[in-house]
């Protein structure tokens, strides 16, 4: 440091850094600041700049700066740091705009969309032309946008060696790792029941001072199942839904799969959960033996282990849909309903949204080895 760089503080000025150091407790950058004036005081302590920073646990650098500020620019400005004249990005969105963010907000989602997420509003931003280019960090701190970003994540395995387990997984896992094959594609499936509810009377629009209002009472129209279909390394999938998820219903679905998008196809390996309804014998109860036989033979089975549907990347897909499509809506009928998730399957496919798969079997083998059984000779 250099030598006239040296701070002398009067008795006013050691009794507002002591006064600060009382009022604010804790990791305050303000008491650390006052501290640091209180010990490189010439009058007083005079420690050296190392010695602060490592009873502070801080930078010399920052001991430094704060005594080259107290001798050059005062001591006001040493304790309270420098304050910015302004904000340190030009913001994004002037009134006008932020305006028409809310607007956007507050009117329905488009077909597909159950509700508006950040990304999904950044986006429309864009689209409709309000500026050229935005974040959805950016939208989130809009006043008033009513969104927040937030994610829970789920996971279920077995708490204690589960042999069957450890080799259905690695049964998945390797699946994973294989190359794109067009003649032998990837596919994962999955499915769920929704149940369907109407409204009993029409909700009012929302405003700008309130999200819209929908009555509380509202009438059950019986359930329905989806069926959902993606092939990860194509960035593609497909949502369709039916009355009922029987065994029938599954055979049938999967059947114009095969004999649709996968018609020229030699093979495909599905992977999926361990269903009672996903097996061979659902073909035969759904066609006569010749048509059965041939689409069971097109198929590889790759079953996920119990407590392991989260390897079931149709399980992601389908959770997304969920969140992004269903949650919070009412749809009282079947053909609404298909609608709308083939709308949100159009959508997404239109952006060619992937699926970025990482986890390996030496993953699985060294994260959850608690799995696996201990193999004593």
């Known amino acids: 440091m250099d030598e006239e760089v040296v701070v002398w503080l009067t008795d006013e000025e050691r009794t507002i850094c002591e006064e600060t150091i009382d009022r604010l407790a804790g990791s305050s950058q303000k008491a650390r600041r006052a501290r640091i004036l209180l010990q490189v005081d010439a009058a007083g302590p005079d420690w050296t700049d190392r010695r602060v920073a490592d009873a502070f646990r801080c930078r010399v650098k920052t001991v430094e700066n704060v005594r080259r500020r107290c001798v050059l620019e005062g001591f006001e400005l040493a304790l309270c740091g420098k304050q910015r004249s302004g904000p340190p990005v030009p913001e994004l969105l002037d009134g006008e705009q932020e305006a028409q963010v809310i607007a956007l907000r507050l009117a329905p989602p488009p077909p597909g969309c159950g509700n508006w997420s950040l990304r999904l509003l950044a986006r429309q931003v864009v689209e409709l032309g309000i500026v050229d280019s935005i974040s959805h960090e950016t939208v989130r701190q809009t006043p008033k946008n009513g969104v927040t970003g937030r994610k829970l994540k789920y996971w279920v395995i077995p708490p204690e060696e589960d042999a069957e387990f450890a080799a259905c997984m690695e049964q998945v896992l390797e699946t994973y790792e294989r190359p794109h094959d067009a003649q032998r594609p990837v596919v994962c499936m999955d499915e769920q029941p929704v149940q369907m509810v109407k409204d009993t009377r029409a909700p009012v629009a929302a405003t700008r001072e309130d999200p819209e209002r929908v009555d509380y009472e509202y009438e059950r129209a019986g359930t329905a199942a989806v069926f959902l279909f993606c092939e990860p390394l194509q960035g593609w999938r497909q949502a369709t839904a039916r009355e009922r998820r029987t065994k029938t219903d599954w055979a049938l679905e999967v059947a114009a799969l095969l004999e649709g998008r996968y018609a020229g196809c030699e093979k495909v390996t599905l992977v999926l959960d361990n269903l009672n309804t996903h097996t061979k014998g659902a073909f035969h109860k759904a066609f006569e033996p010749t048509r059965a036989r041939e689409l069971v033979r097109r198929i590889e089975f790759c079953y996920t282990p119990k407590h392991g549907s989260w390897l079931n990347i149709a ?19 079947l053909e609404t309903l298909r609608t709308e998730i083939a709308a949100w399957s159009t959508d997404v496919n239109s952006r060619q949204r992937g699926v970025d798969w990482r986890m390996r079997i030496g993953d699985a083998r060294r994260k959850l080895k608690s799995v696996y059984p201990k193999i004593v000779y």
Do not use: K, V
Request: aromatic fraction near 0%.
């Open 315 to 333: 399980e992601n897909e389908l959770s997304a849909m969920t969140r992004q499509c269903l949650s919070g809506r009412r749809i009282g009928d």
